[in-house]
Every structure is written in C-alpha cells, then in structure tokens.
C-alpha cells in the first residue's frame, strides 16, 4: 500500500527535532557540538553517528509513525564545500543516514510498520544564513535549484529503505516550481519515488519570501497531472510556529477550492517555541511552551485532511508522545 493510500485511511505521527535536540544533548564546548555548524546535524553523521540512531530511536518509542534522515543540510555541495568530501564519501553519509533510521527502528519493540522520510532541505540550509526563514537566493533561478536538489533526489529515489522523500522547509517559490520542473524532468512511470513539499512560512498568508500563499498553491494544483500527480503525498508547513499551522491550512485548502480541486494532504510539524533570529546569535535558542502544544494538536484534528503531524525546532519525544495520545484518544 503506497503511503498515499495509508493517509487516506489514518493520520501519521512524523518525530520530531533532530537538530536542537542534539544541541541539548551535546554542550556548546562539545568537539561535536552542532549548534552553529553549516552541516548542523549532519555533523553527528561523521563524528558519532550512534547519537543520531539515539535521538531516532526515542521518536520510534514515543509513538511516531515516521522518521525523517539527518540529510536536512547534507546536499553533494554541502558536503563538499564543507567536509571536502568525494562523490563516493558524500553517498557513504547518506547510506548512514538511512542506517540509523533504519536501527532506531529494527532495535524497537514496535511490529507496525514505520517510515522513512530521506530529507532535501531547502538551499537555504546550504547558505547557512538563516535564509530558509526568509527566502532570499540572491537571484537564483528554478533551474539552478531543481540541478542543486537533484544528487540527493536521485539517491533517495534509488535506495530501497525511503519510502517518501521530503523536501522540507522550502522558503522560496523559484525553490517550489525548481522542485516539480525535478521531479517533471527526472521522473518516469518506471522511475520516481513519493514526495511533499513544505514550505517555511512568514505567516498563515505567505511564503518566505514574501509570495502568497495562495499562488504558491495555484502553481502546484496546475502542475499536478501525470508522474508529479501520481508521486505527490501533499504539502504543508514546517519549521514555523505552531500558532499559525491551523491558519497556513485554512488558506491551502481555500486556494483548492477556489481552483475547484479537492484538498491536498497536509503535513504539519511545526516548531514548539524557536527563535532562528541567526542575524542575532545572542536571540538564537529555545523559547518553550509546552502548554499550548496539546491544544494546538487537538485543533489541527480538526482539519480532515491534516493527515501527518509532528514537531520541528524545541520538540521532543514528550512532545510527539502527546500527539499520539491526542490522535488515539480522538
């Protein structure tokens, strides 16, 4: 059964932050400290990959559905700029990145089956400027973005363990249209593999970078026939506060139907209290509230084709636990 038939039948649990948790873990002094690494937690994929099954591994026993790989700030020209890395190296981290996932799930108790998301950040995480908060590519175009996706794509859609790739987190609507005119060129009836797409938002109107919401949508929904139709899972919101998730899916599901189509799946995992101010490192950190975040589940519930929801920045297994208690106790 492909992943887009299982949402149709029942909402998904995604885990949650893999990055700030590991600053959590491992103090600012730390040799592998990622806070403030342009390979973030990549860098635990060279250094000590056992953490990252670790942190994985806590998300399987909390309740979570789906696991999403360390690759967020892993594309071939991240790692060759910064790890001086070979093609051969660049595909032996990937491999690892799908391993750990993989061992957090074989080492667990659980029978059911569990996902694996492979993980394409945007190319923000690559200018590692703060730029997937605000969309801003200094020019480029969609072709070079769909070319600077494409290694790790073609990676993800050959290895046999992903079940769905995930491009996360996209702030820039060249980035949107860069990633279906990938997927339109690259993709075949016999070649391809299940992919969403979410965006970082400035709030519940707009991308980024500033474009509305509604014509991002509008884009989407007119590129949606042939191999893009058949392979898209749905599309959402990630790395934003939770606050306006409800609202970022009222206004997806108005452009829908303004277009006269049904509503797309949502995907949903936003932070928990997050300041990426990286302009200001000294504003850069947690901002936690844990009260609200069992409502805001409750009231994504709300939205029927909210279909996967999860955390991003500050969240943990407690909170991933609590949304599998919300969705059991539906």
Not at 172 to 183: A, P, S
Not at 245 to 253: F, H, I, Q, S
Not at 280 to 288: A, E, I, M, R, V
Request: aromatic share 10%; charged share 20%; with cysteine.
């Amino acid at each position: 059964m492909s992943l887009k038939q299982v949402l149709a039948e029942k909402i998904l649990i995604q885990d949650g932050s893999m990055g700030t948790k590991l600053e959590n873990i491992l103090p600012l002094d730390h040799p592998l400290s990622v806070k403030g690494s342009p390979l973030w937690s990549t860098k635990l994929l060279l250094g000590e990959p056992s953490l990252i099954t670790q942190v994985h591994k806590s998300y399987v026993d909390a309740g979570c559905d789906m696991l999403i790989t360390s690759t967020y700030q892993a594309s071939m020209l991240t790692l060759e700029k910064h790890a001086n890395m070979s093609i051969e190296d660049v595909h032996r981290t990937w491999q690892r990145s799908v391993d750990c996932a993989k061992e957090a799930i074989n080492t667990s108790n659980r029978t059911d089956k569990i996902y694996i998301a492979g993980s394409i950040g945007p190319y923000g995480a690559f200018l590692a400027n703060g730029a997937e908060y605000s969309g801003d590519y200094n020019g480029m175009s969609s072709s070079e973005l769909a070319n600077y996706h494409s290694e790790l794509v073609k990676y993800f859609v050959e290895n046999p363990d992903v079940d769905v790739i995930a491009f996360e987190t996209i702030p820039n609507f060249d980035e949107v249209k860069g990633v279906f005119q990938l997927v339109k060129s690259l993709y075949s009836n016999t070649y391809g593999k299940q992919f969403y797409l979410n965006f970082s938002c400035k709030d519940q109107f707009t991308l980024a970078d500033g474009t509305p919401l509604s014509e991002v949508v509008d884009y989407m929904v007119s590129e949606m026939a042939g191999h893009v139709e058949e392979y898209f899972v749905g599309t959402g919101c990630n790395c934003v506060a939770y606050e306006i998730v409800k609202g970022v899916a009222e206004t997806v599901n108005k452009a829908c139907e303004k277009r006269n189509v049904k509503p797309l799946n949502l995907i949903v995992y936003p932070n928990l209290g997050f300041n990426n101010d990286m302009s200001d490192p000294s504003k850069y950190g947690f901002l936690s509230d844990r009260d609200g975040w069992r409502k805001a589940v409750q009231e994504w519930l709300t939205v029927p084709n909210i279909r996967v929801i999860g955390g991003c920045c500050s969240t943990s297994p407690s909170e991933i636990a609590v949304i599998h208690e919300v969705i059991n106790n539906k």
